[in-house]
């Protein structure tokens, strides 16, 4: 489990690189167009992975942010800010499943909630939230659909064959496949 959540952790980082990196090339006015889904635009349902990513990956940490998350919905108005606070959450994530054991994944993470404190175990939230994140990132792609900017592919992350296609985004993030797949599996 713990190779898994790593790589779902990379695989978050990359899509949410590629996928913002093609919203940034929206108009103000497409970016916060009304459209069919959870959330009413692109912005809000950015905004949205974002405030959900740090309240889960808070809660991971042992932190205390709590439902402090939620005080501001739409905490970025532009791309240019978002996209650099969702790097830094995702490479939280990654650092966290990088030291991952199995004691800290059977451990109980605390979710602060309005009326109780909600105790799960540790793999069960990170399930959750790679979930959450697929589970949005693919309304975007879908609202992306509407608009002039083309939906980048989002599922050419696991397969080794499918390596080129994930190679700019790679160096542009800083990491490459040894260091994702510790070229254990680099074999064909």
């Given at each position: ?37 959870f959330f009413p ?64 994944l059977t451990r ?56 080129p296609l994930r ?22």
């Amino acid at each position: 489990m713990i190779e898994h959540f790593r790589h779902q952790a990379y695989c978050s980082l990359w899509s949410n690189h590629r996928l913002l990196t093609a919203c940034a090339g929206l108009s103000q006015e497409a970016l916060y167009a009304e459209r069919s889904g959870f959330f009413p635009s692109i912005h809000a349902t950015l905004n949205h992975i974002l405030i959900v990513d740090a309240y889960y990956i808070d809660a991971l940490e042992g932190g205390t942010l709590g439902l402090g998350a939620f005080d501001d919905e739409l905490p970025h108005t532009a791309i240019d800010t978002l996209q650099p606070a969702q790097e830094r959450l995702d490479r939280r994530l990654v650092a966290l499943c990088e030291s991952a054991t199995p004691a800290w994944l059977t451990r109980e993470t605390v979710l602060p909630r309005g009326t109780h404190q909600q105790h799960e175990p540790t793999h069960r939230v990170l399930a959750h939230l790679f979930v959450h994140q697929t589970h949005h990132r693919g309304q975007v792609h879908a609202m992306l659909s509407s608009t002039e900017v083309a939906p980048p592919q989002l599922d050419e992350f696991f397969l080794r064959d499918e390596a080129p296609l994930r190679q700019a985004e790679f160096s542009d993030l800083g990491i490459d496949e040894d260091q994702v797949w510790r070229s254990n599996d680099s074999a064909h």
